[in-house]
């Protein structure tokens, strides 16, 4: 027996300086008994329509880098129109709303010469007449170096050709400014991937696949491919590949496309192609434009050698990286402490406006990103308040984080941290990647305690370390049985060697 439907469009929020059909998020419809019947791309001003059955209540709720989407409920029939719209504050979640402080600083542009060498550019090409927006005129690659006050300066890599925005990372007004396009279907992707938004990535990214006229943008090519890396798709990376061509081996990104080259060499085996990749990266001499990679290079340089005694293809290639990765800052686009974009340091000296810079105020920021904590069994939770939805816009695909008490410590991998959104981060990494098939809350306590099965404790260690390095979490307290240490390194070997000894003192500790 059919089942009558009717349309309703599902209409992106407004992101201001979104050109129309930027995907600037994702959505999907659930009915009343929680039951997926559609996940779309969000597009700025291209509402997407969807079949639901007719009569039927449904929720559409999505996920946005540029602003937390407020959920709508829409019946099937009576609604022509799902228009989503910035979450408002309500007496739930007004804490979690509260605006961020204003920031102020200088901003000035680089830009590449032909002979390789960084110069500043006329501040007069950057500017918009918009707050705390800026220009990348045509013309190569560009670093956008922001300082000021009790900053650190730090450089941004961005593609050419763009709008950028700036916004306070954090709520103290000399904290770290964050350098973000003001709306790019890359970067979309690209946050749902350092975020670990597995789902709404996938969403995004078939876009790519599907309609070929959105390729040949740096930031969204980019993404697709490091999606596939990072799923250890090796077919569907290549496909990537073969599809691009030589479209970017000549523009900013060429340092990206080399290291989807070295990864694609390693995983066919192609040995002599992966040191040939890695060589002339070290002779390219810089960084990737996308952070994620300069995680996948640095995962390649913490492997083995090709051959046992031989030395490292990849050596040249680590005295290039070592100071990026020393000096990096948590971005989607590559970012580092430095005084000048040729010498990364991780603490560049603090400087007064230097000449050819333009002065910027970041108004306070009210549309902060957060994410709500949802318990998906009757077990009660005590201690510090995690802010748990109760209402209808808790999302229904969560890990299952389950507020139980581990029986034996000993089995587990307890891992406090006093700021729910790092658990929860955390949570979903080691979920979605495959490194455990068991997270929990532990109640009356700030932590997840992780199963740990047979010989996974270097894939554990090797997660903990990446989000270090991408900065989602900082120093995490680990425990085993009685035994204590804690974490806040980003050397994957150095992590592991630390879960190794306090693996071995919690057994040794456990009656």
Known sequence: MSVATAHVDIVAPVVPGAAPGTVVGAAEVLDRINRRLARVPLRAGIPTPVDIPHEERCLVHGWSPYLSVQPVVVTGG?????????????????????????????????????????????????????????????????????GGGRRRPVCTLVPEGALFALQPAERRPQGPVEVRPVADSGFTLLEALRLGEWSWAAVVERVWWDEPAVRGTPLL??????????????????????????????????????????????????????????????????????????????????????????????????????????????????????????????????????????????????????????????????????????????????????????????????????????????ARRLLDEGVTTGVSLVPGRDAVAVALPGLRAGRVAAVLATLQRQGLVRRLELSVGGARRALDIADAAEAERILSVLLREGHQSSP
């Open 78 to 146: 009576r609604t022509q129109q799902a228009v989503l719209s910035a979450r408002r504050a309500t007496g739930k979640n007004t804490d979690a709303k509260k605006p961020g402080r204003a920031a102020n600083g200088w901003i000035r542009l680089w830009g590449r010469e032909p002979d390789g060498r960084w110069t500043v550019q006329d501040p007069a090409d950057m500017a918009t007449g918009r707050a705390a927006t800026v220009a990348i005129p045509q013309g190569g690659p560009a670093v956008l170096q922001i």
């Open 221 to 426: 090519d980019l993404a697709v491919a490091y999606l596939a890396c990072r799923r250890g798709n090796l077919e569907q990376a290549g496909q990537w590949r073969q599809v691009t061509g030589n479209r970017h081996e000549d523009g900013p990104a060429r340092i990206d496309v080399l290291t989807i080259d070295a990864w694609l060499a390693r995983r066919r085996g192609e040995w002599r192609d992966l040191a040939s990749t890695l060589a002339q990266l070290a002779e390219a001499g810089g960084t990737p434009l996308v952070a994620e990679g300069l995680d996948l290079l640095a995962a390649e340089l913490a492997r083995p050698p090709l051959e046992p005694r031989a030395p490292h293809p990849g050596e040249a290639l680590h005295r290039v990286l070592a100071p990026y990765l020393r000096a990096s800052v948590p971005s989607s686009l590559s970012s580092f402490t430095a005084a000048h974009p040729e010498r990364p340091e991780p603490r560049a000296p603090k400087k007064a406006p230097p000449g050819n810079s333009l002065p910027f105020h970041v108004e306070a920021d009210a549309s902060a990103l957060q994410i709500q904590w949802r318990v998906l069994s009757s077990a009660p939770v005590h201690g510090r308040h995690y802010g748990l939805a109760a209402d209808e816009s808790a999302l229904p695909h969560e890990p299952r984080l389950m507020a139980i008490a581990p029986e034996e410590d000993r089995e587990w991998l307890i891992i406090e941290d006093e700021d729910p959104m790092v658990l929860w981060r955390l």
